[in-house]
């Protein structure tokens, strides 16, 4: 008996592969609660309701500040104190002052000196990064995709030419 395991929303037991890679949900509640962008702060959250455009976090920061301003780095409306956001001033205090992102070219990518953590040896803001991520991730996910394809196909052309007694297509 192949072993269960649990959603993160419902507790219902699954097995694995009926479980989301990355939050390990199942398919009722990937459903039900999508993920989607703050409308403020950008990040991914998890969907309450569908009425609901922000993440829990700015939605506290809303009732304690009210809405917020464009931050002066990223242009991110999420600056709820002051004129710059959490991750912006979080990101200076940490790597100093903010240079230009290669990629869009504004004033926000903050250089952490290790080359590692460079996205292709690019400096880039943080949503710069996360859209290039993305980019890869469906590029990558094609190229799988195309090469399942593209091996059955094969495998099936392998098949066809034996069940025709090894006669070529074109005749």
């Not at 990355?22 to 962008?37: N, T």
């Not at 290039?132 to 995709?145: A, F, G, S």
Request: charged share 25%.
């Amino acid at each position: 008996m192949a072993a269960l395991y649990a959603c993160t929303k419902c507790h219902q037991r699954f097995p694995f592969e009926a479980l989301s890679q990355g939050q390990q949900l199942c398919k009722e509640c990937r459903i039900a609660h999508p993920v989607v962008k703050c409308t403020y702060c950008r990040t991914e959250y998890q969907q309450e309701s569908k009425t609901n455009t922000i993440c829990k976090k700015c939605a506290q920061n809303v009732q304690l500040y009210g809405t917020p301003k464009p931050c002066q780095y990223c242009n991110i409306i999420a600056a709820f104190i002051g004129n710059k956001c959490q991750r912006c001033t979080n990101s200076e205090k940490k790597y100093g002052p903010p240079y230009s992102c290669e990629q869009c070219k504004q004033q926000c990518a903050f250089d952490r000196k290790d080359d590692r953590k460079k996205v292709d040896g690019k400096l880039l803001c943080w949503l710069c990064t996360l859209s290039y991520k993305r980019v890869l991730q469906k590029t990558k996910e094609q190229r799988k995709h195309l090469s399942i394809s593209s091996r059955a196909s094969h495998q099936e052309k392998e098949q066809y030419s034996r069940l025709s007694g090894g006669s070529h297509y074109n005749r």
